[in-house]
């Protein structure tokens, strides 16, 4: 069973074999996405296992067409997993806000950080910046996506991605100042 669509046609029909292998294919993949929303390696790992739970009943309902869909079927669901461990645990809390003003460009700043340092950047924001950012910015879901999947406004998903960015602005404002001095 090596092909994604041999799996998928084995999965439909309940073979544990076959859902062992696409756990194994896309496993560590999808514990990437979740854990960059709950920061806990055994909150991620309780979420991906729960996600593919809904993924082996639901499966039934995709028509395979062709592996990036079939793995974005995958991810969607154990992001919104993600998301309903996070509600679960009410640990997202959004922040008010009292200006929209526009942030300036971070492309200079963020062309000199490594992949890693800006990782860490967002995994320090607070939970409900570093879930809007995700999804917006990583994940690409609009805000009338976002605000359906959280159940908040789209004015708040907006607010909050203003507020991140103005977060990660100032850590790489306090970083290229830690740099130079």
């Known amino acids: 069973m090596s092909s994604i669509k041999t799996l998928y046609a084995e999965c439909l029909k309940g073979n544990a074999k076959a ?68 509600r679960k645990k009410d640990s997202i809390k959004f922040y008010d806000h009292s200006e929209a003003e526009e942030i300036h460009s971070m ?10 340092d800006i990782y860490a950047m967002i995994a320090a924001l607070p939970t409900g910046l570093r879930t809007i950012f995700n999804l917006y910015a990583i994940e690409g879901y609009s805000h009338q996506e976002i605000a359906t999947m959280l159940d908040i406004g789209e004015s708040t998903s907006r607010s909050q991605l203003v507020k991140a960015r103005r977060a990660l602005q100032y850590q790489l404002t306090k970083n290229n100042h830690s740099h130079e001095a």
């Open 19 to 86: 859902q062992r292998a696409l756990f194994k294919a896309f496993s560590q993949k999808m514990f990437t996405h979740c854990y960059r929303y709950l920061r806990n390696r055994e909150d991620a790992e309780d979420a991906i296992i729960q996600g593919f739970l809904k993924v082996y009943q639901n499966i039934h309902k995709l028509e395979y067409q062709g592996e990036k869909e079939f793995e974005a079927w995958i991810r969607k669901i154990i992001v919104n997993e993600a998301l309903m461990f996070l």
């Open 107 to 116: 492309n200079d700043d963020f062309s000199r950080l490594c992949a890693e």
